[in-house]
C-alpha cells in the first residue's frame, strides 16, 4: 500500500524546434488507498501523466514520488506498480495462465508452483479460472479485460494504474465493469489512479477526481464537489450532461445585465464578486425550474426543442420569441418527464438565485458557487 | 570503437547486477536514484555516471538496447562504409599487378585522370545511365500496368501474379542462360518471333547497337513482376471509396486511373524505382554469365562489369577501385534523397 | 454452386460470387483483360518453358524442331541432365554449406538489430541516423567494397591459416573462401533483414511491450519471450528472402572463390562457365544445368511463394 505524490510535474516533448508542453507543473498527492480519477477532454495530458506515473515517460521536471521516495530516475519495473492499457495489452501467444504468471515470473524470485497457486486464487477472483488455459485471442472482449485485470492485480502492487480500461467495452459491459472494478479496488484497497475521458466513470468511480486541460491541473476533489463547487468555468461545462448552461452578463449595482435579461442578486452573493464587473453566469439545466408565477429571476420564454429522455425531458429555451433561433441565447432545462411542454409553448423560467454559479470572465474562476449544503437539500426535495 | 565499447559493457554489466540486489535486499532503494549510497568503488561510479550520461543524452534505454543493434551495426558498418572508404583510398594509389598491397604513401587522383582518357569508362558510363533510366523507367510502367490489370477483380489473381514474379526468384546465372538461348542468332526466339513479321533474324547479342537495348527487355522481364508487386501493396492501400466517387463523379477508367489512381502511387513508385535503380547497377551477375566471362559483349559494358574486369581480369586493383567509386556515387545519388524523404515522411 | 455452400463457407462465398458476377458479366472487356493476362503470362513463362524442353534435346533436335516446342520421341535425351548433374552436384552441396548457414545466421542477426532499433526507447533523431546507416547498406553496389574485401581476405584475416587444424583433416584449403562467404553475406545481409523485420516490429503493439517491461521483463526477456515467439511468420519471410539472394549471388562467389575448378566452387560459378567450349554453345547441357541450379529457389518460389512476394514487396 502506498501513497503518492506528484509534485510540480511537467513533461514537454520537442517537435521539431517547437517545445510542446504536455504537463505543465501538475501536482497533487493520493493517499494509500484511494481511487484517483484522472478525466479530461483528449489531448488534455491525462494518459501522459499517468505514462510518467508509470514510468513510461520521463519526467521533465518536478518529483514523482511512491511512498516518500522520489522514482523520477527508477525504471518502471522497479517501482511496483502494475498497470492495466486500453487495448489491454495481453500477449497473444501465452495462454491467460502465461500471461498472468509473466509478471510474477519476471519480477519475483516466487517458485512455480506459488506463482500457479496466486494465478489460480485471482483467477477465482475475477471469475475467470475456467479461462486460465485459453489464448487471448479466444476470449471475448468483456473476458480480454478480466484477464487484463487480473494479471495486474495478481502483481500485488503498490499502486494500479488504468488507462481508460473500459474504452473498449460496448455500454452496458462498461456499466457492469465499473461496478465491479469499484469494488474490487474496495476490496484490494490498493491506490489507484485511473485515467478516462469519460464523465460517467469520473462520477461513479472515484473517492476523488482530477481534472485536466491544456497540460494544467483545474481541480482534485471529490465528485460532488467538482460538480457542485467548480473551480473555474472548464470543470463546469466539463461535468454534467447537458452541460452548464452560461451567459455573458456585466455587473452594474446589484444587478447581473446580460443580452436577453437582467438578474437582480443578494448582496451576500455581490460580496463574493469583489471588483470584477465582467461576469459569466452559470446555471445547471437541472436547477431551472418552468414555473406559473412571474418574478424578478422568473423569466418568459419559448420553447425551441424538447428531447424526451422517458424520465425526464430536456427543453431548449428562448428569452426573445421573435430572434433566430440559431442565435438568440437559450437556455437549457431539465424537467420531468412528465411535465408536458411542446415546441413553441410559452413558458416562465426560474433561475434560481441559490443555485446559480458566477465566473470571472476573464480568468474563467469561479467566484461564487451554490453551496453543497444547498445542493444536498436540494436533491432530497 | 569496438574494444572501448567491449569495455564499457564489461563495467557497465556487473554493476547493473548489483543494482538488481540491492533492490531486492532493502526493499527498493535504487542507486541511480539522487539518494544514491555512496559508491564503494570509484571506478565503477565513474562507469554508472557515464551510463546515466549516455542514458539521458540518448534516451532512456539506449545503453540496454546497444548490445541488440550495436555489435551488428559495427560489423556491417566495418564491412560497408570501412570497405568504401578503404576503397577510395586504394583508388588514390597505383596498385595493380601482384603487389600484395597498396602503397598509402603516394596519394593523388591518378586513376580518375586515367578513367576519363580512358574511352572504355565513358562507354561504361554511359551505357550505366542508359541501362539504369530504361530499365527503370520501362520496369515500372510494365509493372504498373501488370498491377492495374490484376487489381480488377480477377480470377486466378495469385496464381497470374506467381506467374509474373517467378522470373524474380531465379538468379542472372539462370536466367542469362534462357536470354542466352533466346538470343541466338540460328534457332532463337526473338529471330523466330520477327521472322513472322518477316523480319531478321538479327544478331541480337552480337550488334553492338543492339545488344544493350537486348539486355535491358531481358532484365525488364527479371524485374517487372517486382514493380508489380510493389504497385499492387499501393493500390491496395487506396480505399475502395476512390474509385467509386470517381466513377460517381462520371470520370472514365483511364481518366480514373490517371487522375486520382496514380498519383497515389508516388510513394510506391519511388520506393520501387530506387530499388530498380540498385538492381541495374548490380546487372554485373547477368553480363558475367551471359558470356561466360568478364568481358560483356562490345556495346554492352557497364561499370559494375568494367570494375571487375579491370581489377580481377587485368588486375589494376587502383584503377578498379576508382570506377567502383565512380559506381558508388552514382549509386548514392539515388539513395541520399531517397533515404531523406523516408526521412522526411518518417518512414525510416 | 449451391447456396448452402454459400453460407457455409465464408471464403468459398467471395469466390463464388466473384466467379457468378463474372460469368454473367462477362463483357467484351473482360474477355480482353483476360486476354492480355494471358498474353503476359505467355511472355514470363516462354523463356523458362524453352529452356526447359530445349534441356531435354539431342543436338539434331534443336536445329530441327521450333525453340519452345517439346523434343518429340526421338529428339528426346535425359544426357544433358546427367552431364550438368555430374557437373553440378558438387556445387550444390558447396552452395547449401554456405547458404543455408550465412541464411540463417543474417536473419537471427536481423531479428534482433531490428530490435534494438525499433522497440526500445531512445532518441528518435539518433536512431534515425542509424537507420539510415543500415537501410543505405542495402543499395551499396557491391563493386565499392570487392577490392577492400579482397583485400581483407586475402591480406589482413587469412583464413587460409587460422584454419589450418580443419585442412590437416583431409578438407581442402578452397574451403576457406565457403567460410569467407558466409562471414560476408552475413555482414552485407544485415542491412535487408534488419530492414524487413522492422517494418514487422513497428507494427506491435506498444502497450503490449510497455506492459511486459511494467511487469519487470528485462530488454532482454522482452525479447526471448515476447517479441521472438511472435516474429514467426516474419522469419519466414527472412530466410526465404536472405536464401534466394545468397543462392542467386554469383560476383562475392567469383571474387572469393575464384575458379570453378575449385573443389569449393558454389554452383553459380560453375554453372556460369557451363557448356562453353571451343566447338560453340551447348544450348542443352547449359538450360539443363540452369534448371538444375535453379532448383532450390524454384522450390522455395513455389511452396513459399506468399512470403517471397512479401519479402520484396518490403
Known amino acids: 500500500m502506498a501513497t503518492l505524490e506528484l509534485d510540480s510535474i511537467t513533461k514537454t516533448f520537442q517537435d521539431g524546434d517547437e517545445e510542446i508542453v504536455a504537463v505543465d507543473d501538475v501536482s497533487m498527492s493520493i493517499d494509500d488507498g484511494e481511487f484517483l480519477v484522472v478525466v479530461g477532454p483528449s489531448g488534455c495530458g491525462k494518459s501522459t501523466t499517468l505514462r510518467m506515473v508509470a514510468g513510461l515517460e520521463t519526467i521533465t521536471a518536478g518529483t514523482l514520488s511512491i511512498d516518500d521516495r522520489v522514482v523520477n530516475d527508477v525504471k518502471s519495473q522497479d517501482r511496483d506498480i502494475a498497470m492495466v492499457f486500453q487495448s489491454y495489452a495481453l500477449y497473444p501467444h501465452m495462454s491467460v495462465r502465461q500471461n498472468m504468471s509473466f509478471g510474477l515470473e519476471e519480477s519475483t524470485d516466487l517458485p512455480d508452483d506459488e506463482i500457479n497457486r496466486m494465478v489460480s486464487e485471482t483467477g477465482e477472483m475475477l471469475g475467470i479460472s475456467n479461462l486460465l488455459d485459453r489464448k487471448p485471442s479466444d476470449l471475448s472482449g468483456g473476458q480480454q479485460q478480466r484477464v487484463a485485470l487480473g494479471r495486474a492485480i495478481v502483481r500485488d502492487p503498490e499502486v494500479f494504474l488504468m488507462d481508460e480500461p473500459l474504452s473498449n467495452l460496448d455500454a452496458k459491459l462498461r456499466a457492469e465493469m465499473r461496478t465491479e472494478l469499484q469494488r474490487l479496488q474496495n476490496d484490494l484497497g490498493v491506490t489507484t489512479v485511473y485515467v478516462t475521458h469519460d464523465q460517467t466513470e469520473a462520477m461513479t468511480m472515484g473517492d476523488r477526481i482530477a481534472i485536466l486541460d491544456g497540460g494544467e491541473l483545474q481541480q482534485v476533489a471529490t465528485p460532488l464537489e467538482c460538480y457542485h463547487e467548480p473551480a473555474n468555468q472548464f470543470v463546469a461545462s466539463f461535468l454534467g450532461e447537458p452541460s452548464m448552461n452560461f451567459f455573458d452578463v456585466t455587473l452594474e449595482g446589484n444587478r447581473l445585465v446580460g443580452d436577453a435579461f437582467e438578474y437582480p442578486i443578494r448582496e451576500d452573493v455581490r460580496a463574493d464578486l469583489g471588483d470584477a464587473t465582467d461576469l459569466v453566469l452559470g446555471i445547471r439545466p437541472e436547477a431551472v425550474e418552468l414555473v406559473d408565477k412571474a418574478g424578478d429571476h422568473e423569466f418568459e420564454t419559448t420553447v425551441d426543442v424538447v428531447e424526451p429522455m422517458g424520465d425526464e425531458n430536456t427543453v431548449y429555451l428562448h428569452f426573445d420569441p421573435d430572434a433566430d433561433p440559431e442565435n438568440a441565447s437559450a437556455l437549457v432545462a431539465t424537467i420531468d418527464g412528465f411535465n408536458r411542454v411542446s415546441e413553441g409553448d410559452t413558458v416562465t423560467a426560474r433561475i434560481p438565485e441559490d443555485a446559480i454559479h458566477l465566473f470571472d470572465r476573464r480568468t474563467g474562476e469561479a467566484l461564487h458557487n451554490r453551496s453543497m449544503k444547498d445542493a444536498a437539500d436540494q436533491v432530497d426535495l | 570503437m569496438l574494444d572501448f565499447y567491449r569495455r564499457l559493457y564489461r563495467t557497465i554489466r556487473p554493476s547493473s547486477g548489483d543494482d538488481e540486489s540491492e533492490v531486492r535486499a532493502d526493499g527498493g532503494v535504487v542507486s541511480d536514484g539522487p539518494a544514491a549510497d555512496p559508491p564503494t568503488e570509484p571506478d565503477r561510479d565513474a562507469t554508472a555516471r557515464l551510463k546515466s550520461a549516455l542514458d539521458r543524452r540518448f534516451g532512456s534505454d539506449f545503453m540496454e538496447s546497444s548490445i541488440f543493434w550495436l555489435p551488428p551495426f559495427l560489423l556491417m558498418g566495418l564491412f560497408v562504409y570501412g570497405a568504401v572508404i578503404w576503397n577510395l583510398l586504394i583508388s588514390l594509389t597505383d596498385y595493380q599487378r601482384f603487389e600484395n598491397a597498396p602503397d598509402y604513401s603516394d596519394l593523388d587522383f591518378e586513376m580518375y585522370t586515367r578513367a576519363l582518357a580512358d574511352s572504355g569508362f565513358v562507354d561504361a558510363a554511359v551505357n550505366t545511365l542508359i541501362l539504369l533510366v530504361l530499365f527503370t523507367a520501362g520496369t515500372l510502367v510494365v509493372g504498373l500496368l501488370l498491377a492495374i490489370l490484376i487489381d480488377r477483380g480477377i480470377r486466378f489473381e495469385n496464381s497470374f501474379r506467381t506467374v509474373y514474379l517467378l522470373p524474380m526468384s531465379l538468379s542472372f546465372v539462370v536466367t542469362a542462360q534462357f536470354w542466352l538461348w533466346i538470343y541466338n542468332y540460328n534457332n532463337g526466339i526473338a529471330n523466330s518471333v520477327i521472322g513472322t513479321f518477316g523480319l531478321g533474324p538479327v544478331s541480337w547479342l552480337g550488334n553492338q547497337d543492339i545488344v544493350l537495348y537486348a539486355i535491358i527487355f531481358a532484365l525488364m522481364w527479371q524485374f517487372s513482376g517486382y514493380a508489380m508487386v510493389v504497385y499492387l501493396a499501393g493500390l491496395r492501400a487506396i480505399p475502395r471509396e476512390h474509385y467509386e466517387a470517381a466513377k460517381v463523379d462520371g470520370a472514365s477508367t483511364l481518366k480514373m486511373y490517371w487522375r486520382v489512381i496514380i498519383p497515389q502511387l508516388k510513394g510506391a513508385t519511388i520506393s520501387a524505382a530506387v530499388v530498380l535503380m540498385v538492381f541495374g547497377m548490380k546487372a554485373f551477375d547477368f553480363l558475367y554469365s551471359l558470356v561466360g566471362g568478364y568481358r560483356p559483349p562490345n556495346g554492352a559494358d557497364i561499370l559494375a562489369t568494367k570494375m571487375v574486369r579491370e581489377a580481377y581480369a587485368n588486375l589494376n586493383w587502383a584503377y578498379g577501385s576508382a570506377i567502383a567509386i565512380v559506381l558508388f556515387a552514382m549509386a548514392l545519388g539515388v539513395i541520399g534523397p531517397y533515404l531523406v524523404y523516408e526521412y522526411r515522411r518518417d518512414n525510416l | ?314
Open chain 3, 1 to 314: 454452386m449451391s447456396d448452402e455452400e454459400l453460407r457455409t463457407d465464408g471464403g468459398a462465398t467471395t469466390t463464388t460470387a466473384r466467379l457468378r458476377r463474372n460469368l454473367d458479366q462477362m463483357t467484351a472487356e473482360d474477355a480482353g483483360l483476360y486476354v492480355v493476362l494471358i498474353f503476359a503470362a505467355a511472355f514470363y513463362l516462354v523463356p523458362i518453358e524453352s529452356g526447359l524442353v530445349t534441356s531435354f534435346k539431342t543436338g539434331t533436335a534443336i536445329i530441327e524442331t521450333a525453340p519452345f516446342a517439346p523434343p518429340g520421341p526421338s529428339g528426346f535425351t535425359l544426357e544433358k541432365w546427367q552431364t550438368a548433374i555430374d557437373a553440378l552436384l558438387r556445387g550444390m552441396g558447396n552452395s547449401l554449406l554456405y547458404a543455408v548457414p550465412a541464411t540463417v545466421i543474417s536473419a537471427v542477426v536481423g531479428s534482433v538489430t531490428a530490435y534494438g532499433l525499433t522497440i526500445p526507447t531512445w532518441k528518435k533523431s539518433y536512431k534515425a541516423v542509424v537507420l539510415m546507416l543500415i537501410i543505405a547498406g542495402i543499395f551499396i553496389p557491391y563493386q565499392a567494397v570487392l577490392v577492400p574485401l579482397t583485400q581483407f581476405w586475402s591480406q589482413w584475416a587469412q583464413l587460409d591459416q587460422v584454419l589450418s587444424f580443419v585442412w590437416a583433416l583431409g578438407v581442402s584449403n578452397d574451403y576457406a573462401g565457403i567460410v569467407e562467404l558466409v562471414i560476408t553475406h552475413v555482414a552485407y545481409g544485415i542491412p535487408i533483414c534488419t530492414l524487413l523485420f522492422r517494418t514487422y516490429y513497428k507494427t506491435m503493439s506498444e502497450e503490449m511491450i510497455e506492459s511486459a517491461r511494467l511487469d519487470g521483463a528485462t530488454l532482454r526477456r522482452v525479447y526471448r519471450r515476447i517479441v521472438l515467439p511472435l516474429s514467426g511468420p516474419m522469419f519466414a519471410v527472412v530466410l526465404i528472402y536472405q536464401f534466394t539472394q545468397i543462392w542467386n549471388d554469383l560476383l562475392f562467389t567469383l571474387v572469393l572463390v575464384s575458379t570453378e575448378s575449385s573443389p569449393a566452387a558454389p554452383v553459380v560459378l560453375i554453372l556460369a562457365g557451363l557448356g562453353t567450349s571451343l566447338e560453340g554453345q551447348d544450348f542443352a547441357l547449359r538450360m539443363a544445368g540452369a534448371f538444375f541450379a535453379a532448383l532450390p529457389t524454384l522450390a522455395v518460389y513455389i511452396f513459399f511463394g506468399e512470403e517471397f512476394a512479401d519479402g520484396v514487396a518490403a
